[in-house]
């Protein structure tokens, strides 16, 4: 038997590709042997060893209109994964996040190669819409790692492929670690300064030519109703041309300072009063960071139209995570500049919705707690799955 394990992987975006390198460098420390790896990923999957087949910002889309006018390019990427996923013939497939993507793939490689153990990285949100997804990935799934809680329950009442919640990565993030340490440092300080104001419009490019001209009339707002306000904005390199477009149109008494460095990304987290940010993972990474947040977000005319079939009552992870709202969320016409500043004063200084808000992350923050790090414990079930398909391994 050899000892080389070859694992074919596909992630579709950034935090998948972060997930796949943290599983991928726990089971080289856990498997005895060579780790071979085959599939789609980005720079932290190839700094593991992936050999990426393709650029894999081509998969960065947003809402389904972008997916329809990028189907022919999609369907395209989806038989080039599969079809060298069947030739490379691997011992395991690791699916991360993506489902329009990765899920797909999966089909494709699980009809050629039947007994292909699967491993999908990151529950779909079978719990937010379209339920019966749970059932049919019993046909190309054998176990589900699950990043929330309550996503374990949720599979199994929906009849879905053995799920284990191994934690989420966020919440062993060194960075936001060190931000809420130095949060609760400045905290006790009690210094007076300046307030502080963090704007996330997003990283997609439909997200911020959405959200910013909103953010510009709430940041006038603010400044008009309270005074001299530092904001910041953090965003990354392939948006900083956009955002800084959209900025210039800005009035000249709004201090903004913006910034594609990671450390500005941190700094600003740690220095904030208060936060508002596109839906999504940083509404988790900033309950994490235990900075009061407001979450917003607007969809294009197609989810609109398809949101009535949504079943989830909220989008925020934290308010899923503890199950009540603790973040204030709006979408589409009701994301105001008039309510976003008023939850701005409310959150920036020391009232009752922020010490309650606070009080939510912290029941957030216990319940994403796990004794092994996400990724040691995916990379165990992932080998087990392995060994339970291929005893000889053992």
Sequence with gaps: MSDTLK?????????????????????????????ELVGVGGDALEAEGVNSLFDFS???????????????????????????IIAAKPDVLLIIDSPDFTHRVAKRVRAALPSLPVVNYVCPSVWAWKEYRAQAMLSYVDHVLAVLPFEPEVMQRLGGPKTTFVGHRLSVEPNLLAVRNER???????????????????????????????????????????????????????????????AASWPQNIKLTISAESDFKWSSFAKADAAIAASGTVILEL????????????????????????????????????????????????????????????????????????????????????????????????????????????
Excluded: C
Excluded at 351 to 372: F, I
């Design 7 to 35: 694992v074919g992987v596909i992630a579709g975006e950034v935090s998948g590709d972060l997930l796949g390198a943290d599983l991928i460098r726990a089971l080289k420390l856990q498997y005895p042997g060579t780790i």
């Design 58 to 84: 081509e998969l960065s889309i947003m809402g389904f209109t972008q997916v329809l006018a990028k189907l022919p390019k999609l369907l395209s990427r989806i038989k080039q994964t599969a079809n060298a």
């Design 184 to 246: 609760n440092q400045r905290l006790e300080a009690g210094a007076d300064r300046t307030k502080t104001v963090l704007l996330l419009p997003g990283s997609r490019s439909a997200e911020i030519s959405k959200l910013m001209p909103a953010f510009a009339q709430a940041a006038q707002s603010y400044v008009e109703r309270n005074g001299d306000t530092e904001f910041v904005l953090p965003t990354v390199k392939r948006r900083e041309a956009l955002v800084r477009q959209f």
């Design 287 to 394: 309950a994490l960071a235990g900075v009061p947040a407001v979450s917003v977000y607007k969809t294009d005319w197609l989810f609109t139209m398809l949101s009535k079939r949504i079943k989830t009552w909220t989008g925020a992870l934290p308010n899923l995570i503890a199950d009540y709202v603790v973040v204030p969320e709006y979408i589409n016409e009701v994301v105001r500049p008039g309510s976003m500043v008023r939850w701005l004063e409310r959150l920036s200084s020391d009232t009752t919705q922020r010490r309650a808000m606070l009080e939510g992350y912290a029941l957030v923050q216990q319940r994403l707690h796990t004794e092994r790090s996400p990724g040691e414990r995916a990379a165990e079930i992932l080998l087990d799955v392995v060994n339970a398909r291929n005893p000889a391994r053992n």
